[in-house]
């Protein structure tokens, strides 16, 4: 036997060899449920909309894997090409016999046209197989690029051609990928371009009632692309919630915090912001570890550990979740439980107050312990003195009313704001056993975010001071300062206590030190012990109308035996006292 005939016995081995691969792959396909065969370029093109004719690119060496179809023997070949059919066995090992030849002449390009990223065969399907066979990869091709209007990758698959049937559907509609060339607004479910077009569908109505004209949808959607989606997409960015839901995009996630914001809109009966519902969205059903185990802990928490000794959010985990920019609005949500312990609603008033520095949204909240103990007057009564008193304010606001435990509520709308401001009716009594039975002290230490503490008359917020100890809280607490000092803006006194942890005069210099990168200039105040007298003191003599610290420290169960500083504060002043977490 000579060499020659060596080839060719060889060459047969190998094709039987994928023929039998080729018959596993299509069983294993099938138990799986999907596709193993080539995509048919008559079925993209008709999918895509493309024009048959193309641009000539000339020969080039492209990737073997890109491969993905043929352009009429699509049925012949599995989807790593390899053959099915038995009649193709000669000329297929023909072609091995003279690829692996060492005397061999070499073959000729293979003819391809190209669709996206990804290639179909005209001519030269056998070569291809035997390529892929023998591990190239990179193949010499005559190369005939057709334009489309969404790409088509490499790895495409026939569920994948659904989606960009859809996606093309959807331009050819609202002709996006015209009037905003760089928007970026595929998806990753079937069905979804559907309920992304309903959306502007419903904007074209909107916005033909409201110009009194009849909107072409070209300039709906384009109008709705700038004005309602990237609104939401900003603030998908801007915390980072791509990132908590890997393998979908930002329309994915468009579509999912549009319908979530209006499940909370219908269960709150006021307005969410898009950035509020997108971090409820994270919070709740991001598949991240960090995330599912923070639900399972909390969850296992509630169930064994007793409310007054739970811990609560880590130092900072509001400011991370809220990732407000340096310049950005910190507080655009504030939420302001009423109750019938506070008839002459201070903390509504001081909550408007702060809303007004803060160009701020207020929402009312009002929690019935049992569902059928008040009446409807009653609740229609609030509901009104909360509307009157926000548009006396021209604030924008809404106002909801739950049932249930009142703490537990308060938190879980917590979650949707950026304050939450709560009259002080109860403070932390001084006695030990009183004080781990203390509800204000319960809700402070669970509260995800920042609480304002009213036990007083409303103030002006014209004057703040800082009480700073070093502790991860106190420097939360100087982050807020630092940015109502500077947005307000407001004077700021910072105040340290001799004996209160670290040393007092290093923490002085510390808070000086940070104020003044953000351009804040505070008078410094050095106390002795007590610490909430001198705190008190202090406040009294530099003119403040509120406080700034941080919430609790130690541990729940010490505070509660040892007492707390913070509570110490709580029950002595009638200034509004800001407690960040």
Known sequence: MDNNDIGFYQARQDFQRARQQAALQEVLSRLRGKSADLLSFEDVRQKLHAHPSGVHRGVQNIPVAAIVGSVGRYTDF??????????????????????????????????????????????????????????????????????????????????????????????????????????????????????????????????????????????????????????????????NILGEFPGRTEADLYLWVSEHRSELQQGFGEFISP?????????????????????????????????????????????????????????????????????????????????????????????????????????????????????????????????????????????????????LAHPPASQPLLRLGSGFSALIRKCPRPMLAVAGPATALDRALLAYDGSPKAKEALFVAAYLAARWPIPLTVVSVEGAGEDAEDMLEEADEYLLSRGVNATKLLRGSPVSDAILLAAESSGSDFLILGGYGSNPMVEAVLGSQVDAILRESRLPILICR
């Open 275 to 423: 950035a509020s519902a997108a971090s409820d969205l994270a919070n709740k059903f991001s598949p991240r570890a960090t995330r599912v185990a923070a639900r399972i802990g909390k969850s296992l928490a509630g169930a064994v550990v007793p409310e007054a000794l739970e811990s609560g959010p880590r130092p900072g985990a509001w400011r991370e979740e809220k990732a407000a920019p340096e310049d950005g609005q910190l507080f655009g949500e504030i939420l302001v439980p009423l109750s019938d312990d506070d008839p002459e609603r201070v903390a509504l008033d001081q909550a408007i107050r702060f809303a007004l520095r803060e160009h701020a949204r207020i929402h009312g909240l009002h929690v019935m312990r049992d569902s059928a103990g008040e009446t409807e007057d009653h609740l229609q009564g609030l509901r009104e003195e909360f509307a009157k008193r926000c548009e006396e304010a021209s604030l924008v606001g809404g106002m909801a009313v739950e049932s249930g435990d009142v703490a537990k509520t308060i938190c879980d709308r917590a979650l949707l704001a950026d304050l939450v401001v709560l009259h």
């Open 78 to 239: 599995t989807r790593t090409f390899l053959p099915k059919n038995p009649k193709d066995e000669e000329r297929w090992v023909r072609i091995m016999a003279l690829v692996t030849d060492p005397a061999g002449s070499g073959l000729p390009p293979i003819e391809v046209i190209k669709v996206g990223d990804a290639y179909f065969v005209q001519d030269g399907h056998h070569r291809v197989s035997v390529a892929r066979a023998l591990g190239a990869d990179m193949i010499e091709a005559y190369v005939n690029e057709i334009p489309t209007n969404v790409s088509l990758p490499a790895d495409a698959n026939p569920e994948d051609l659904i989606l960009k049937e859809e996606f093309t559907d959807f331009l050819e509609r609202t002709r996006l990928n015209r009037s905003r060339p760089d928007s970026n607004l595929e998806l990753t479910a079937a069905g979804m371009y559907a309920e992304l077009l309903d959306h502007i569908q419903v904007h074209e109505y909107f916005m033909g009632l409201d110009q009194r004209r009849e909107i072409p949808i070209e300039e709906a959607a384009a109008h709705w692309y700038d004005t309602v989606y990237l609104p939401v997409v900003e603030a998908i960015r801007e915390r």
